[in-house]
């Protein structure tokens, strides 16, 4: 009777209109949590949901649901390009400074249907033992909506998974729960540390969830997760807060109102790398093979004696291991 009251409860809190919340900077806090591993329905409008960008409209998403033929027959979704869905991250939103930065990357390129996940409800702060346990819920149900696509027309081999943080925790979880086929590509932009260190592989991302799984670590052990998950895992600058440029002194100077970023750069400093790689064709070469960011800066590792690529969009999907790169303190980030 108190699991059903809980169910219940839970239930009633997720129908109604709020929670209130507040908007502090690009992070939205909000008075309660919505648990949805205790109430499972899930409003496919305000729990959940996914807007699509393409260069024919750029501005103004159109809103996907599953099963919703018509409003995707309506947009301009099309099925010979390939396709980017990108899950936030935790205080997040599809409005958010990382997913627009993603879709800006991406619409300058012009040749995909941008997709951008929306679930800011779920992944509202500070409730962040929720937020983490809601990334299960987000990722199956987005791996749904992955099928219903595929259903109506999608190659699925052409899809490209990326979150950053909680985001590709979600990404992984999709891709485990897929029915369609399997995921060719996820991308983990410092995939969230805190709880998925002692979580089972099942809640979190791995090399497991796709053909192939590239991670940009630049917070590890902080907000980041501390190991390599992926086929090629990248450590720019040794993967660890402060990346060059995120200094307190320095972001301090650079943003002395901002109340996030001194918390935040280095972690960001993932999603701003792969934004820039997407655009950049000659970004981020010589990310080197090594066995350690120590052996990396004494020379041991160099791209004339080990396995080298691109870290980011261009990655050589061949490539395999840790990999160690430095970076600028500002844009443009690559050194070449």
Not at 1 to 19: N, Q, R
Not at 143 to 151: E, G, M, T, W
């Amino acid at each position: 009777m108190a699991v059903s009251s809980s169910y219940l409860f839970m239930c009633l809190l997720s129908a109604l209109p709020g929670p209130p919340g507040v908007r502090i900077e690009d992070a939205y806090v909000q008075l309660y949590p919505l648990n949805k591993h205790k109430c499972h329905e899930i409003d496919p409008v305000r729990d959940i949901s996914y807007q699509l960008f393409t260069r024919h409209n750029p501005l103004q998403p159109s809103q996907l649901q599953i099963g919703d033929d018509q409003a995707l027959h309506e947009s301009h979704f099309n099925f010979s390009e390939p396709t980017v869905l990108f899950f936030h991250a935790f205080f997040e939103s599809s409005q958010a400074t990382p997913a627009s930065t993603i879709r800006t990357a991406y619409l300058q390129r012009g040749d995909h249907n941008i997709l951008l996940l929306n679930a800011q409800r779920l992944e509202a702060g500070p409730w962040y033992l929720t937020a983490a346990r809601n990334t299960e819920v987000v990722g199956q149900y987005t791996a749904k909506f992955i099928d219903y696509l595929v259903s109506r027309g999608l190659y699925l081999p052409s899809l490209h998974l990326i979150g950053l943080s909680l985001g590709a925790q979600m990404a992984g979880v999709c891709g485990q729960n897929v029915r369609s086929g399997r995921i060719r590509r996820i991308t983990g932009l410092d995939p969230a540390g805190p709880l998925f260190t002692k979580w089972p592989k099942s809640l979190k991302l791995d090399s497991g969830d796709a053909e192939f799984v590239d991670v940009i670590h630049t917070d590890a052990g902080i907000f980041g997760y501390p190991r390599s998950i992926g086929h090629v895992d990248f450590w720019p600058n040794g993967g660890i807060s402060p990346q060059p440029g995120c200094t307190i002194s320095e972001v301090k100077h650079r943003s002395p109102d901002s109340i996030l970023e001194p918390f935040f750069c280095s972690h960001w400093r993932s999603y701003q790398f792969y934004a820039e790689s997407a655009i950049n064709p000659s970004a981020f070469q010589g990310a080197v093979q090594c066995k350690s960011w120590e052996h990396y800066q004494k020379g041991v590792c160099t791209p004339q004696t080990s396995p080298s690529t691109r870290m980011g969009f261009y990655v050589a999907k061949e490539a395999r291991g840790n990999h160690f790169l430095t970076t600028n303190r500002e844009s443009p980030f690559s050194l070449t």
